[in-house]
């Protein structure tokens, strides 16, 4: 048990062209990546995500829901210019 618990509220999802190991330290990944987007991680299950400069296809939007799945967030706010888009996942 601890005293101290530290909660990453804010992530930038990095999209790459191959498959790279999550696990590893960021300094530590060379592969290039093509596409960001930052989310914002809220305390009532959701993730919001937003600033998405260039949109992920399916097959990445595909791979994002299910690791945000296994994170424990159940549903996704999209926010983009003055839209809300929301999805159960």
């Known amino acids: 048990m601890s005293l101290v618990r530290i909660d ?3 992530s930038i999802v990095r999209f ?6 999550p ?17 914002q991680f809220l305390d009532n299950g959701r993730a919001r995500i937003q600033g998405a400069a260039k949109m992920p296809n399916r097959k990445e939007l595909k791979d ?9 967030y159940v549903h996704i706010e999209w926010r983009h210019k003055d839209k809300t888009f929301e ?3």
Do not use: A, Q, R
């Not at 696990?23 to 989310?39: A, F, G």
């Open 23 to 39: 696990k590893i330290p960021l300094h530590s990944e060379k592969t290039p990546y093509s596409k960001t987007i930052n989310i």
């Open 8 to 10: 990453p509220l804010v």
């Open 64 to 72: 994002l829901w299910k690791t945000l799945k296994e994170m424990g």
């Open 16 to 21: 790459y062209g191959n498959k790279v190991d």
């Open 87 to 89: 999805y159960n996942i």
